[in-house]
Structures are given as structure tokens and as C-alpha cells.
């Protein structure tokens, strides 16, 4: 979707708050795009806020010796200590040129004073990311695929929601699979029920996106939730194989690409790439390797080795999530 200009982000902060997660994200990733459009060998570094020091600060934001643009995000915004409250409202007041700053707080109590204070600066800009209610998620479908240059009928879009569910990357990503399959022809309700009627994909690649995230039992809850509905377990174990190949791909291209070449390179459209991007940070080469043989195993399992399919799928979440290096 359509983010901000480089202007709009650069020598400013970007204040993002609330507690959806999928949206927040987006915001994120969306600041980033910005930087690259600016700057292609824009460097991207991140930390905890209850880790930001201005030290830290200062050294994050502070020119390299391949590019003077920077992206740093500060992610639980709501930990940062008190002791640097005071220095970051300083940096607000005087943000570098080169620099876009993104503050994430994750919604709560905790922290709103700081956030009542930065609202205030002249370089903020607030991007809220609130829960959706019953009746805005099929508006959000719609959004979704008008982004894509593609209109959707509202029962359609309401059915999509019934299919898929609302968790807000399952719908999104539902929304880029019709948007390029049907390349720009209108969506109508009998569309989504041949793609989506049975839910079975759309929740396949859901508990994939979790596993390769390291969430065991948000994996683990679309996974039950896809079986008792009668999703076949050979679509769970190639939507996690195929997840995995596409960030083996991504972790071994060359460094330095730009977004149009590395989504050649990598064979992903745009939105999942900036979904790579974030599950990469988790991973190396080794686990990425040892993740495809548990797949590899858990697929032979489930195609007649396993008397219980269910318990191997399961099993093979876990492994996953163990075999990831760093821990969520």
C-alpha cells in the first residue's frame, strides 16, 4: 500500500502506536520503503526501547562509512527507561537530517505520558495502528485490493472475512492472491468461495507465517483451527516448505539489491518480501536447513508413515520454532 514520501519521514520521527500488531508493522515497513526511495544503500538498524540510550542512539543514527541515510526503529517504545526520557525528548526537538526515527509503542498505559509529550513535537508524526471492529474488516479487504488497482464486491469482501478469518496478515495476504490471480477484474463472491471457500490455503500459509516467526502457539493455534475444519495436512507442510525456501532465498541473495530486483531474485511479491525481511532477523543458513528436513520429514510422515497427521504437523511446528535461532 501507498506510504509516506521520503520527506515526510526523513529529519523526523515517526511515532507508531497502538496494539495491532499487523498494522504497526505495516507502518513500519512503510517508513523503511520511503528511506530506500530516497537513498538505496540506506542503512536500516533497530533496537529494544528499554535498551535506548542516547549513546545508543547517537550511534545508531549516526553517519557510516557507506551512507549517511539512516532508518532507525525503536520497538516497545513503552519500556524505554526513565532516565532516557528526557534526551530523546532533546533529539525530538532537533532531529537529524538524514535520519528517520520510528518510535513503536505497543498501545497500554505504560509509556503514555512519554507519548502525550512527543505528540506535541513538530517532527512527530502519529500513525495509530487500533484493533479493527467486526464491521471494519471487510472495509479493510476492500482497502487491501483497491491498493492493488482492484475493486471487490462488499458481500465478496464480507465473505473473504468469513473464510479467512480476522487475522488482519491472513487477510491481507488473501487479498494479494486474488488481486494476481484474477489481474485486476472485479472481485465478486463467487471468486473468494473458489480460492478461499474452504479456508484451507489461506490458513496454511497463516500457520507458516507463525512457525517461521518463532510464535509456537499462535502456529499452533491456526494449525488445530485449519484441521478441525478439514484443511488436507499436505497443504500445511507445502505452504511451510514453500515459506521456507522463499527466506532461503532471501538470505542468500546478494546484498545491496534493490526491492524491484531482489523480488525478482527471490521470486515474491513486494508485501511479502517486507515479511522475509522481518522473519530473516531470526535466522541463519544452519536452522533454515535443519527447519526444511523437519518439514521434509513431517511431509513424509503425514503421506503414510504417521498414524497420527495431526500430532506429526504439530511436532513439526515445534522443531521449527526450536531449530530457529533466535527466540521471539
Not at 511515532?15 to 498494522?23: N, S
Not at 551512507?67 to 525530538?92: I, K, M, N, Q, W
Not at 499452533?220 to 488436507?232: F, K
Not at 497443504?235 to 527466506?247: D, I, P
Request: proline fraction near 5%.
Amino acid at each position: 500500500m501507498a506510504g509516506p514520501d521520503p520527506s515526510q519521514v526523513l529529519g523526523r520521527i515517526t511515532l507508531v502506536t497502538g496494539p495491532e500488531e499487523f498494522l504497526s508493522e505495516r507502518a513500519v515497513q512503510q517508513v523503511r520503503a520511503a528511506v530506500r526511495r530516497a537513498d538505496a544503500e540506506a542503512e536500516m538498524s533497530e533496537t529494544a526501547g528499554g535498551q535506548l540510550t542516547m549513546a545508543t542512539l547517537g550511534e545508531l543514527a549516526a553517519p557510516s562509512l557507506f551512507s549517511s541515510t539512516r532508518c532507525v526503529v525503536v520497538r516497545s517504545l513503552e519500556d524505554l527507561p526513565d532516565e532516557s526520557v528526557p534526551g530523546l525528548f532533546d533529539y525530538a526537538g532537533a532531529p537529524a537530517e538524514d535520519v528517520a526515527l520510528v518510535l513503536v509503542h505497543g498501545g497500554g498505559a505504560k509509556g503514555s505520558g512519554t507519548l502525550t509529550k512527543l505528540r506535541k513535537e513538530a517532527a512527530v508524526t502519529e500513525v495509530k495502528s487500533v484493533a479493527l471492529t467486526a464491521r471494519e474488516y471487510p472495509n479493510f479487504v476492500v482497502g487491501e485490493l483497491r491498493a492493488h488497482k482492484v475493486k471487490i464486491d462488499p458481500d465478496a469482501a464480507a465473505f473473504l472475512v468469513q473464510a479467512v478469518g480476522q487475522d488482519l496478515r491472513s487477510l491481507s495476504a488473501a487479498a494479494s492472491q486474488l488481486a494476481s490471480d484474477f489481474e485486476g477484474q472485479p472481485v465478486t463472491i463467487e471468486m473468494v468461495k473458489t480460492y478461499f471457500g474452504g479456508r484451507a490455503e489461506a490458513k496454511s500459509f497463516a500457520v507458516a507465517d507463525h512457525a517461521i516467526f518463532g510464535r509456537a502457539a499462535k502456529a499452533l493455534e491456526e494449525l488445530r483451527w485449519a484441521l478441525d475444519r478439514g484443511t488436507a495436512p499436505v497443504l500445511v507442510t507445502s505452504a511451510v516448505a514453500g515459506g521456507l525456501r522463499s527466506l532461503a532465498r532471501y538470505k542468500s541473495a546478494p546484498r545491496g539489491m534493490r526491492n524491484a530486483d531482489l523480488m525478482r531474485e527471490v521470486g515474491v511479491p513486494s508485501w511479502k518480501l517486507d515479511i522475509l525481511r522481518d522473519q530473516a532477523r531470526g535466522w541463519d543458513e544452519d536452522g533454515i536447513a535443519r527447519a526444511i528436513r523437519v518439514v521434509a520429514t513431517a511431509d513424509a510422515e503425514i503421506k503414510g508413515k504417521a498414524h497420527d497427521p495431526s500430532y506429526a504437523l504439530e511436532k513439526m511446528v515445534l522443531d521449527i520454532v526450536r531449530n530457529r535461532p533466535s527466540r521471539p
